[in-house]
């Protein structure tokens, strides 16, 4: 188990590493779960391998909140005075992302004939 999971961490050092040299835009964690995608996808062996500790750790992931649940906590007395702009801020923003998912959907669909 300790060998998959420094596979997994190696994926993501090797993902931060060439996003800081060469694109800053694209997070290192998401450039090295890419990258251990394609290294599955040629090695089908190490993507079997490694599915156990993958599963764990998924299973897991709740605890991962802990942390930025203690963190509003802490900083309650903040949330208290710009929590109406906050939720706003929210609330308008996910709008935008939803209008955007849709409109990018709708776009695809057109480009590629598909019905939607």
Not at 5 to 11: E, H
Not at 58 to 76: D, E, M
Not at 83 to 95: E, K, N
Request: glycine share 8%.
């Amino acid at each position: 188990m300790i060998a998959h999971i420094a596979v997994i961490l190696s994926f993501q050092l090797i993902g931060v590493v060439l996003s800081r040299l060469f694109l800053p835009i694209l997070p290192g964690p998401v450039m090295g779960m890419v990258l251990c995608l394609i290294a599955f996808g040629f090695f089908p062996k190490l993507a079997r391998a490694t599915r156990p500790t993958a599963q764990v750790i998924l299973s897991h992931l709740s605890l991962l909140f802990v942390p930025a649940g203690v963190g509003v906590v802490s900083h309650w007395s903040v949330l208290t005075a710009d929590g109406p702009a906050l939720l706003v801020a929210v609330a308008i923003s996910t709008i935008i992302a939803m209008l955007t998912g849709a409109l990018v959907f709708v776009g695809v669909a057109r480009l590629t004939g598909s019905p939607h």
